[in-house]
């Protein structure tokens, strides 16, 4: 137990420095001499965010943003930066389906996972983003010859995201846009998939707390 506390103790401790790498190269064409470099510095800390989205696949969850990393290329006296990091989302999905007279009520589950890019070269301010998303609703409404339950279901690789992150100290206020593009698997019961739009809009909100 005291070694597992020892251990647990170091990787805290290490877990608070970023590390960095620089790779330069040196090239020389009819006697000039061009000199251009990378350098990545690796952020360590961690960003848990409770959200919600709407309007029509709407979702309330938790969201967490990790691995990130500032790039500055430079070549001569010129550099730029930005910075990347990795997102996953995990949500309590809610949508409505349209049939004959009515709308029924549908709940079930979100996963996203994706990557942002910040245009400023920190974890902070306007940023564009995109998703691979998976998602399961499940529709137990009398509603159907024998009343069987259904199952809308899709998958997308093609979810841009266009937002910008305030941040207060440890807290970040995370206001996005963005659209969806599902694919669609055969709904399952009385789900047809008829009365659902491919492309889904979505605006949202994050708030969260930096570890």
């Given at each position: 137990?005291?070694?597992?506390l020892?251990?647990?103790g170091?990787?805290a401790f290490?877990?608070?420095f970023?590390q960095t790498t620089?790779?330069?190269?040196?090239?020389?064409?009819?006697?000039?001499?061009?000199t251009a470099?990378?350098?990545?510095?690796y952020?360590k800390k961690v960003?848990v965010?409770?959200?919600?989205?709407?309007?029509?696949?709407?979702?309330v969850g938790?969201?967490?943003?990790?691995?990130g990393?500032?790039?500055?290329?430079?070549?001569?006296?010129k550099?730029?930066?930005?910075y990347?990091?990795?997102?996953?989302?995990?949500?309590?999905?809610m949508?409505?389906?349209?049939?004959?007279?009515?709308?029924?009520?549908?709940?079930?589950?979100v996963?996203?996972?994706?990557q942002?890019?910040?245009?400023?070269?920190?974890n902070s301010?306007p940023?564009?983003?995109?998703?691979l998303s998976?998602?399961?609703?499940s529709?137990?409404d009398?509603?159907?010859p024998?009343?069987?339950?259904?199952?809308?279901s899709?998958?997308?690789?093609f979810?841009?995201?266009?937002?910008y992150?305030?941040?207060?100290?440890p807290v970040a206020?995370?206001?996005f846009i963005?659209v969806m593009?599902?694919?669609e698997i055969k709904g399952?019961?009385?789900i047809?998939n008829?009365?659902?739009?491919?492309w889904?809009?979505?605006?949202g909100?994050k708030?969260?707390?930096e570890?």
């Amino acid at each position: 137990m005291k070694r597992l506390l020892i251990l647990t103790g170091l990787f805290a401790f290490s877990a608070g420095f970023a590390q960095t790498t620089t790779t330069t190269t040196t090239t020389t064409i009819d006697g000039k001499t061009t000199t251009a470099s990378e350098t990545t510095v690796y952020d360590k800390k961690v960003t848990v965010s409770a959200f919600g989205s709407f309007p029509e696949l709407n979702q309330v969850g938790l969201s967490v943003e990790f691995l990130g990393n500032k790039k500055t290329k430079a070549m001569n006296d010129k550099s730029f930066s930005f910075y990347s990091s990795k997102i996953v989302n995990v949500a309590y999905g809610m949508m409505e389906y349209d049939i004959p007279g009515g709308e029924i009520d549908g709940k079930g589950f979100v996963v996203e996972i994706g990557q942002r890019t910040y245009f400023l070269g920190k974890n902070s301010g306007p940023y564009l983003g995109n998703y691979l998303s998976y998602g399961r609703i499940s529709f137990d409404d009398d509603f159907g010859p024998g009343a069987d339950d259904g199952t809308y279901s899709y998958f997308s690789l093609f979810s841009p995201e266009l937002g910008y992150k305030i941040k207060a100290g440890p807290v970040a206020i995370d206001p996005f846009i963005g659209v969806m593009w599902k694919l669609e698997i055969k709904g399952e019961g009385y789900i047809d998939n008829k009365n659902v739009d491919e492309w889904v809009p979505r605006i949202g909100l994050k708030i969260g707390y930096e570890f």
